[in-house]
């Protein structure tokens, strides 16, 4: 199975910062990549789909990059609603695996 | 708009049997393909199964072939998860989610709000 390492496994940051979380798989996994927001006691929502494609609805704050074996996740100015878990998630090889997420925290 | 509801969780003895139901609505249920996705408490996402919009493939994470069978019922829109021979580790919040595109894709745009299922004596 491919491995999916993110990090940091958590950041502290404040309203209006900008906001970089990596991830890095095991092997090349082109551009099937997605990322994912997660709050306490909810379901994960997806953001980002195809390493970079914006999912409906998600605000423009959010962009991802990468491709290969490294992908980021941006947030661009750090709104009080992003305070939350963020997964990533390969789609090139099965099973679908997912990163051990990275927790965005108020500082 | 999309809403996906499961149901059937609870707590459960090791080896016993449990049947999840995920409930669909909003979209046209027989063109796309679902997953079933769990999350054991504390810890990160694991995928679990998917079964393709026509019911004809099925796939399984290792952990639970064999044990577990994904079925659906196009007429009801309703997804379903067959858990036999339920193991500790088996324990977690069960999320029914809808592939994004018509084949599968393996991008989870909707979730369910989840099942928690608890394998104990």
């Known amino acids: 199975d491919i491995q999916m390492t993110q990090s940091p496994s958590s950041v502290s940051a404040s309203v209006g910062d900008r906001v970089t979380i990596t991830c890095r798989a095991s092997?090349?996994?082109?551009?099937?990549l997605a990322w994912y927001q997660q709050k306490p006691g909810k379901a994960p929502k997806l953001l980002i789909y195809a390493a970079s494609s914006l999912q409906s609805g998600v605000p423009s704050r959010f962009s991802g990059s990468g491709s290969g074996t490294d992908f980021t996740l941006t947030i661009s100015s750090l709104q009080p609603e992003d305070f939350a878990t963020y997964y990533c998630?390969?789609?090139?090889?099965?099973?679908?695996?997912f990163g051990g997420g990275t927790k965005v925290e108020i500082k | 708009q999309v809403q996906l509801v499961e149901s059937g969780g609870g707590v459960v003895q090791p080896g016993r049997s449990l049947r999840l139901s995920c409930a669909a609505s909003g979209f046209t249920f027989s063109t796309y393909g679902m997953h079933w996705v769990r999350q054991a408490p504390g810890k990160g996402l694991e995928w679990v199964a998917v079964i393709s919009y026509d019911g004809s493939n099925k796939y399984y994470v290792d952990s639970v072939k064999g044990r577990f069978t994904i079925s659906r019922d196009d007429s009801k829109n309703t997804l379903y998860m067959q858990m036999n021979s339920l193991r500790a580790e088996d324990t977690a919040v069960y999320y029914c989610a809808k592939d994004r595109d018509g084949y599968i894709s393996y991008y989870f745009d909707y979730w369910g709000q989840g099942a928690l299922v608890t394998v104990s004596s």
């Open positions: 998630q390969q789609a090139n090889n099965f099973p679908p695996t």
């Open positions: 092997q090349g996994i082109s551009s099937w």
